[in-house]
């Protein structure tokens, strides 16, 4: 199976930066879930961050707390994310990676979410509400075969962004801004300082930017102080609003990628 | 139930036993650990220790009184009955010791901003009392249900200059806003501290809140001694988030008084509409802790219900999931009905108008009392006066 440190090495090898796209599991319409994460993949995705709901999303902003809604009234829930994974592994070689709250999978059981993720093919997971303070306790060894990505954010020392690239595996995924998933950037100029901080202390693993990331313009702005970047808002935004071949949203992929080549 | 030699949780990570911790986005480590910093400086330093002191008596009123009642021991008969009377307390509940200590935290951190959630309005006025007396901007989170059960509370909180904003999501009440809460502490993390106003949350949380509160049992312990020469049997609170219980049960895990936590069963336990989160709910991880929680089996936090807002929550604070599970306290519940029938009694025997919440605990006699002697004494914590649900408990009395 891929290893996503050395997909996103071969990538920036060759001058590219990675384009990580988030998708809320089961949006917006889960039986065409799976033929739409392949599209979005075709039209530059390097990797995806599949989410599974949760009922109280503290991390994010109204518009994935909403796409998170609807994916729960849709009956969508961590095996059905699994059964998508495993029939989109099918399809690519591309990461695959699953985010989503901690107590969902606490409650699927650690292990259980560990092994089968492995046996669908999923390469890492993202879990926000699990700081390095609580790392021992939630992943224990069956995580081992999976990489652990870890966030860093503004409010993150440099002592800490260090403690966390030594734990985290997969990349480090570096929140651009102090506040939750869609929000706008205040102060540009403040986050890339903070970006470029984070990309000197960053030494075992690749860094990815989120977190207020909605057009060519950011990705332009952010590229050239990390690895990569990820959307999540944006695109779930841009879901929500397009016609039935989500041309809309592939374009809007299509032109990301193209800015970060 | 246990006697402890000697109890010294949380942990340095904020753990009790498995429970606690801080299960938080990565942006709030740093402010909470800036809160645990300046709160260990602070709890030793005397200035900051009489600036409380002086506050809890000449602002809040304390020590509030242990009252015997005379009244409600007549109607049960068996043990003696007295009420810990934080309905007293300026603003009308136990909230205050919390607020206080809290705010002056939020100054010595250097914050202009105070952010708190709000689900009876207790809290919430609370915070805006003393960011009013402190001239701190107050801006306060709440259900939108909660806002049109508690409306007096809402009117009280912008008479002292807060905004209070509603919450629309989820099931717009005390979750729901905590939520909002969260996301916006998560987003002005700079010059903002939020006021938790249970002993709920990451850590350091429920420790601080458990200290700020646990004022109410030792006065309790001085004024049983004073009153009666030893100890009580039994001490009764109700249970939401915790606050008023771990306040008054603190100082007393280490003796051998018998510690009852009351939750709210709402439509019943064999209903789906109740917040018997220690009676049916199972370990899960909400809102930064630890702890028993109200889920699906898919682990999504539960609907609850309970007339009473205050304990509308499918949480738990850390440290009472510990003691039920180390049997420090053992925990039970009682219905929507039972708590507007024990307003009624208390109203009527003692001239004491509960709040809801704490209307749970004195329903909670009605199975205890049968079951104690003369000569034992139960002491009832009356965490705060029913005034804001005089509308919710006109609709159920019907006169």
Same mark, same amino acid.
């Given at each position: 199976m891929i290893n996503i440190a050395n997909y996103i090495s071969n990538k920036n090898s060759k001058g590219e930066k990675v384009l990580s796209v988030f998708l809320t599991s089961g949006f917006p319409d889960k039986n065409n879930f799976v033929e739409l994460a392949l599209k979005i993949l075709d039209a530059g995705a390097d990797m995806l961050e599949i989410g599974f709901p949760f009922s109280d999303p503290l991390a994010d902003g109204p518009i994935i707390q909403h796409s998170s809604q609807i994916a729960l009234e849709n009956g969508i829930n961590i095996q059905k994310t699994f059964n998508f994974i495993e029939d989109i592994r099918k399809h690519t070689d591309k990461p695959l990676i699953m985010m989503g709250y901690a107590n969902p999978v606490l409650s699927f059981g650690t292990k259980r979410f560990a092994e089968t993720a492995k046996n669908t093919g999923v390469n890492g997971v993202i879990i926000p509400d699990i700081p390095i303070e609580e790392y021992e306790n939630f992943f224990n060894e069956e995580f081992s075969n999976l990489d652990t990505i870890l966030l860093v954010t503004p409010t993150t020392s440099n002592d800490r962004i260090k403690l966390i690239d030594e734990k985290s595996s997969g990349f480090v995924y570096c929140v651009s801004v102090s506040g939750t998933t869609g929000l706008k950037h205040q102060n540009k100029f403040t986050s890339v300082e903070f970006i470029k901080r984070t990309y000197s202390v960053i030494k075992k693993n690749k860094t990815l930017v989120g977190f207020g990331i909605s057009n060519e313009e950011d990705a332009k702005t952010f590229a050239p102080f990390c690895d990569g970047i990820i959307v999540g808002s944006a695109v779930i935004s841009s879901l929500m609003n397009d016609d039935k071949g989500n041309s809309k949203t592939l374009k809007l992929i299509k032109k990301l990628k193209g800015t970060i080549i | 139930m246990q006697v402890l030699d000697?109890?010294?949780?949380? $942990?340095?990570?904020?753990?009790?036993?498995? !429970?606690?911790?801080?299960?938080?986005?990565?942006?709030?480590?740093?402010?909470? #650990?800036?809160?645990?910093?300046?709160?260990?400086?602070?709890?030793?330093? #005397?200035?900051?220790?009489?600036?409380?002191?002086?506050?809890?008596?000449?602002?809040? %009123?304390?020590?509030?009184?242990?009252? /015997?009642?005379?009244?409600?021991? #007549?109607?049960?008969? *068996?043990?003696?009955?007295?009420?810990?009377?934080?309905?007293?307390?300026?603003?009308?509940? @136990?909230?205050?010791?919390?607020?206080?200590?809290?705010?002056?935290?939020?100054?010595?951190?250097?914050?202009?901003?105070?952010?708190?959630?709000?689900?009876?309005?207790? @809290?919430?006025?609370?915070?805006?009392?003393?960011?009013?007396? /402190?001239?701190?901007?107050? /801006?306060?989170?709440?259900?939108?249900? $909660?806002?049109?059960?508690?409306?007096?509370?809402?009117?009280?909180?912008?008479?002292? *200059?807060?905004?209070?904003?509603?919450?629309?999501?989820?099931?717009?009440?005390? #979750?729901?806003?905590?939520?909002?809460?969260?996301?916006?502490?998560?987003?002005?993390?700079?010059?903002?501290?939020?006021?938790?106003?249970?002993?709920?949350?990451?850590?350091?949380?429920?420790?601080?809140?458990?200290? /700020?509160?646990?004022?109410? %049992?030792?006065?309790?312990?001085?004024?049983?001694?004073?009153?009666?020469?030893?100890?009580?049997?039994?001490?009764?609170?109700?249970?939401?988030?915790?606050?008023?219980?771990?306040?008054?049960?603190?100082?007393?895990?280490?003796?051998?008084?018998?510690?009852?936590?009351?939750?709210?069963?709402? !439509?019943?336990?064999?209903?789906?509409?109740?917040?018997?989160?220690?009676?049916?709910?199972?370990?899960?991880?909400?809102?930064?802790?630890?702890?028993?929680?109200?889920?699906?089996?898919?682990?999504?936090?539960?609907?609850?219900?309970?007339?009473?807002?205050?304990?509308?929550?499918?949480?738990?604070?850390?440290?009472?999931?510990?003691?039920?599970?180390?049997?420090?306290? $053992?925990?039970?519940?009682?219905?929507? $009905?039972?708590?507007?029938?024990?307003?009624?009694?208390?109203?009527?025997?003692?001239?004491?108008?509960?709040?809801?919440?704490?209307?749970?605990?004195?329903?909670?006699?009605? !199975?205890?009392?049968?079951?104690?002697?003369?000569?034992?004494?139960?002491i009832v914590n009356i965490s705060g006066r029913g005034d804001k649900d005089l509308n919710t408990i006109k609709d159920k009395l019907g006169y």
């Open positions: - | 000697k109890y010294n949780l949380p $942990d340095l990570k904020g753990h009790f036993g498995k !429970y606690g911790g801080k299960y938080v986005p990565e942006t709030l480590i740093t402010p909470l #650990k800036e809160l645990e910093e300046i709160y260990f400086q602070l709890s030793k330093e #005397k200035n900051f220790l009489d600036e409380l002191e002086n506050l809890n008596k000449e602002y809040t %009123g304390r020590p509030t009184p242990l009252t /015997f009642a005379e009244g409600l021991t #007549k109607y049960f008969g *068996g043990a003696k009955i007295y009420l810990k009377r934080e309905d007293l307390c300026h603003t009308g509940a @136990h909230k205050i010791n919390n607020a206080l200590g809290q705010i002056l935290l939020a100054k010595k951190l250097g914050k202009t901003r105070i952010i708190a959630e709000t689900g009876a309005g207790q @809290h919430g006025v609370a915070t805006a009392t003393v960011c009013a007396k /402190f001239g701190l901007k107050c /801006f306060i989170y709440m259900g939108e249900v $909660d806002i049109e059960r508690q409306s007096l509370n809402v009117f009280r909180m912008k008479l002292l *200059g807060a905004e209070v904003i509603p919450v629309s999501s989820g099931s717009k009440t005390l #979750k729901d806003a905590t939520n909002e809460a969260i996301r916006d502490w998560v987003t002005n993390v700079k010059d903002t501290h939020y006021i938790i106003g249970s002993v709920v949350g990451p850590h350091p949380y429920p420790m601080i809140v458990r200290e /700020f509160q646990s004022i109410i %049992g030792k006065e309790t312990k001085v004024q049983i001694q004073n009153a009666e020469g030893r100890l009580p049997n039994y001490i009764v609170a109700c249970v939401g988030g915790g606050s008023n219980a771990i306040g008054i049960f603190y100082p007393f895990i280490n003796s051998n008084v018998k510690l009852i936590g009351v939750e709210a069963a709402g !439509y019943g336990i064999n209903t789906n509409k109740h917040c018997a989160t220690l009676t049916l709910g199972r370990e899960g991880i909400f809102q930064g802790m630890k702890s028993y929680l109200l889920q699906t089996d898919e682990g999504q936090v539960s609907e609850v219900h309970s007339i009473s807002a205050g304990l509308d929550y499918p949480g738990v604070g850390p440290e009472h999931s510990y003691f039920k599970d180390e049997v420090i306290a $053992d925990y039970f519940s009682v219905t929507d $009905d039972e708590a507007i029938s024990a307003t009624e009694l208390l109203s009527k025997t003692e001239g004491i108008i509960p709040a809801l919440e704490s209307a749970h605990a004195i329903a909670f006699l009605d !199975y205890l009392m049968p079951k104690t002697k003369n000569g034992e004494i139960v």
